[in-house]
């Protein structure tokens, strides 16, 4: 019999005064079956709030549950221009504005004896190679921000430490229709074909 590969996708609602977050379209693309992955892979998704005291538990009891081989965690980041592969977690948050349920933690450690950065454990040279031989723009990124993603980024490595589990944090630019003024963004049409090379990708 041929083992399948198990592979998560988290998004975020919209935060931050916005009512758009490009990440949670492409759960509703994956839900909606408008994505199309190698049979091989068993595929999962999930919504986080974003909220510091609910994201990682929805995540976490996810990860539970699914048991994935590898997690794709996607959030929105303005003013990038690609789609970014975060390189590492770094211990802290630090929110400029605040979270989904009005917290707004500054300048906290998200483990009290966590190293400082959590490598990322996705082969994100090779993603960033396939995504770019797509013709869609992408790059290596060494910062995820000190927001909610960080946190739930750092929190998923630390708790996997352990496993072989394929774990990584992505951030995509604003879709147009987000975008006034000169911020860049990426429509959805191109970020669902990156998500799509991804997960080709991985099932090497
Ligand atoms: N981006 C935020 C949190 C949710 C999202 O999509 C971040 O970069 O932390």
């Known amino acids: 019999m041929i083992d399948c590969m198990r592979v998560l996708i988290s ?11 490009p990440t949670a379209f492409l759960i509703e693309a994956l ?18 709030p974003v909220t510091f005291q609910e994201s990682y538990q929805k995540l976490r009891h996810t990860i539970e549950a699914f048991n994935p081989d590898v997690v794709f965690a996607f959030g929105q980041a303005a003013g990038r221009a690609a789609i970014e592969l975060e390189l590492r977690a770094e211990n802290r948050i630090h929110a400029e504005v605040m979270d989904n349920n009005g917290a707004r933690p500054t300048d906290m450690k998200i483990s009290e004896h966590g ?7 996705l082969p994100l040279q090779g993603i960033e190679s396939a995504l770019k031989d797509g013709g869609l723009p ?21 708790e996997n430490l352990d496993t072989l589990r394929l774990c990584g944090f992505i951030h995509v630019p604003l879709l147009p229709e987000q975008v006034q003024g000169d911020l860049p963004s990426l429509p959805l049409a ?15």
């Open 11 to 21: 998004g975020f609602e919209p935060f931050g005064g916005r009512d758009l977050n």
């Open 190 to 204: 191109e970020l669902k074909r990156g998500l799509e090379l991804m997960l080709k990708y991985i099932n090497y």
């Open 138 to 158: 992408a790059a290596l990124s060494r910062s995820a921000g000190t927001f909610v993603c960080n946190y739930i980024f750092y929190r998923m490595l630390e």
């Open 31 to 48: 839900r909606h079956g408008e994505i199309s992955y190698p049979p091989e892979l068993v595929v999962e998704s999930v919504l986080l």
């Open 115 to 121: 190293a400082e950065f959590l490598p990322s454990t």
